[in-house]
């Protein structure tokens, strides 16, 4: 961790201004036009995948998939826009993936979902937060094998997850940082989730 | 829109997917008893269902009732992915009509029996089967 | 995860066996009614009804927590963390509902603590015409160590009704054995069960009861209906512990957050059984360990419910441990 600081000893500042840091554009959404950003986040229960980048007017398309215990998987594209861009930020994002579940209780499943994203970004430390409803539909299927052919009947469910999460993300120079966060989504409401920790790291600015 | 629908059809897309046999069971259920009339429970069982120690005799899928011992002709769909082995028919009738198989305060005589539905896996099967055992549940039927 | 558990189990801090505080005093408390087991030997519709009651994240790989949750060791950090000195664990032969936990499993488990864990013996009912004679042979044999004082029978779950004397000769073992029978009495929320009466209703036992005087039969769950979330048989239970000296009575699981989150089921049975006059025949279970933290959350609002239901201290006292050490012959906790 020291050794990772010291290599931010130039420290760049999270200033919203161009260019957009990437631990302020993975985190809070939106980087410079042409601009590359990704990020990675390791933790209990949760791991995280993240490549964006920028197009004009602050729109920002996405890859990213999730996982939990690596058993409850989420890949997904998106985009997200920065709403306010200065010292605090503020974005909003929209996903449209596939859960898939293995394990006892394995489920899949398109899914889509909104978020918002907001942070403070002075100095070289970005404390943020991001709060986000996903949707899931969930087909259970049963195929009856009759005398006169085949009936299928699907039963739609819809799965609610909220998702959450809280920070700091901390500038490691101009193109490298971390962040701690803790995870505080809400799987399949309304039953019981534990709040879960990470540990991220973000690398970009390359056009 | 055509890789869609084939897609859909495989059932890619669920969350999951159960398979099921629908079988029409008709014939004649009779009773030795000299009460006819009520209503005539009727229900279905794997013969066997499990392996090793979870391995079980008159595994329940499902149940309806018909009117009176007499003509029957009832349909089932039978889950066919869990690995059961055969299929029997019980059967018991409600003779008192409080809807209980020899209640503490009721007809301690009520009539039961069971048949096993051959061949298995079949769509239609006949079957004859005479209720003449007292207060016997199905699990009393392990074939 | 698997290994994280028990790691934070040992690590806790987690008091030694205390008893539990009541009214100013501090009662020794036995739980009857645990249960320990191999995930693998759970029926995989029951697995999946444990799995989603887990809390995310633990239910996508449950048979990590399972594992340490029910494991003796595990079993043994719950009873710790609750302030509970001895408790029950149940052999369990029910593969149309939860599994199968086996008697040598169970005996085995009672070997890591025998003076803290008491085993009871099952047996397998499926196939009775066929392995009936073997199985009591083997109920038999199982009673023969030391370890297993007690059977646990569920006819919900085993599918033989209560009134069916086919199966008499398990209560003459038993009898023989000088060892309790726990039955489960109500309907059982678990997929597979058999919800008629005749498996459920204790009113159903009571011609096997008046047949064997000398068997000890302890109802448990107090004839609750889990599946419509009701009293149910509450007051055929507290009349058969009042008319017959060898029926007790046991509370488990009604009381539960799940079951009962606004805590009235437990303070109603807690009432019913003092004002049918048999606390002397109460004996306390929890139905854990279920999940982390259950077993000690269930004696809480078992305290509670006996606090608001006007138990003295000695009542309170009897059907922590007192009751218990009476009917299974074994020294009261903490008494001499």
């Known amino acids: 961790m020291l050794g990772l600081l010291a290599v931010g000893s130039t420290a760049a500042a999270l200033s919203a201004a161009p260019p957009i840091h990437p631990t302020a554009a993975v985190l809070t959404g939106g980087s410079d036009p042409g601009v590359w950003d990704t990020g990675l986040a390791a933790g209990f229960p949760w791991h995280r995948v993240r490549a964006q980048r920028g197009l004009r007017n602050g729109w920002t398309p996405f890859v990213e998939t999730s996982a939990a215990l690596l058993t409850r998987w989420r890949p997904a594209v998106g985009v997200s826009l920065p709403w306010i861009n200065r010292v605090w930020r503020l974005s909003g994002e929209a996903t449209l993936g596939w859960l898939e579940q293995g394990g006892t209780l394995s489920e899949r499943g398109p899914s889509a979902s909104l978020a918002m994203t907001m942070g403070r970004t002075r100095g070289v430390v970005l404390p943020y937060l991001h709060a986000g409803s996903e949707h899931t539909l969930h087909i259970d299927r049963v195929i009856i094998d009759t005398a006169a052919g085949d009936v299928i009947e699907d039963a739609p469910r819809h799965g609610w997850t909220l998702t959450g999460a809280l920070g700091l993300g901390i500038a490691l120079g101009g193109r490298w940082g971390l962040d701690v966060g803790l995870d505080l989504p809400w799987v399949n409401v309304p039953k019981v989730s534990l709040p879960g920790v990470h540990l991220g790291l973000q690398f970009g600015g390359a056009r | 829109m055509r890789w869609m629908a084939l897609v859909s059809s495989l059932g890619i897309g669920c969350s999951s997917i159960t398979n099921e046999k629908r079988v029409r069971i008709d014939g004649r259920i009779d009773t030795t008893d000299d009460l006819p009339g009520g209503v005539t429970y009727v229900s279905v069982h794997h013969a066997w269902l499990g392996e090793g120690l979870l391995r079980h005799p008159m595994a329940f899928i499902d149940a309806t009732t018909v009117e009176q011992p007499g003509d029957l002709d009832v349909t089932f769909d039978i889950p066919m992915d869990a690995g059961g082995e055969g299929l029997v028919l019980y059967a018991w009738h409600d003779r008192d009509g409080d809807g209980v198989l020899c209640s503490i305060d009721g007809d301690r005589g009520e009539r039961t029996g069971a048949v096993a539905v051959t061949p298995w896996p079949t769509y239609s099967a006949t079957v004859e089967l005479t209720l003449a055992v007292p207060c016997a549940g199905p699990e009393t039927f392990a074939p | ?336």
């Open chain 3, 1 to 336: 995860m698997r290994r994280i558990i028990p790691i934070l189990l040992a690590f806790g801090c987690a008091p030694p066996p205390e008893g539990a505080p009541y009214k100013g005093a501090t009662l020794p408390v036995t739980d009857v009614h645990l249960h320990t087991g191999d995930w693998a030997l759970i029926r995989g519709s029951t697995q999946r009804v444990l799995a989603g009651n887990f809390p995310f994240p633990f239910g996508l790989q449950p048979e990590g927590l399972a594992a340490s949750v029910l494991s003796a060791e595990g079993v043994l950090g719950e009873l710790d963390d609750a302030g509970i000195g001895r408790a029950g664990m149940f052999a369990v032969y029910a593969p149309r509902s939860v599994g199968v936990a086996t008697n040598a499993f169970i005996d085995e488990a009672a070997r890591t603590d025998p003076d803290r864990l008491i085993g009871f013996a099952s047996l397998s009912v499926d196939d009775w015409a066929r392995q009936g004679d073997a199985q009591l042979e083997a109920l038999d044999l199982a009673l023969s160590s030391p370890r297993m004082r007690g059977v646990k029978l569920a006819h919900a779950h085993q599918h033989f009704r209560m009134d069916d004397p086919r199966y008499w000769a398990i209560y003459e073992i038993a009898a023989a054995h000088a060892a309790p029978i726990y039955l489960h009495t109500g309907t059982s929320p678990f997929p597979g069960t058999q919800a008629e009466p005749p498996y459920t209703d204790p009113a159903y036992l009571e011609p096997a009861i008046q047949a064997h005087p000398d068997t000890v039969f302890i109802l448990g769950h107090l004839g609750h209906d889990f599946i419509r979330d009701e009293t149910g048989e509450l007051a055929t239970a507290v009349r058969l512990a009042a008319s017959y000296p060898n029926v007790y009575l046991e509370p488990s699981a009604l009381g539960s957050a799940g079951s009962d989150p606004d805590e009235v089921f437990l303070p109603e049975a807690m009432e019913a059984v003092r004002e049918g006059g048999v606390t002397d025949k109460m004996i306390y279970g929890s139905d854990g360990p279920q999940s982390p933290g259950f077993v000690g959350r269930y004696l809480e609002r078992t305290l509670r419910a006996m606090e608001s239901s006007g138990y003295t201290i000695e009542e309170a006292a009897a059907t922590l441990d007192g009751n218990f050490a009476r009917v299974f012959g074994l020294p009261a906790l903490g008494g001499d």
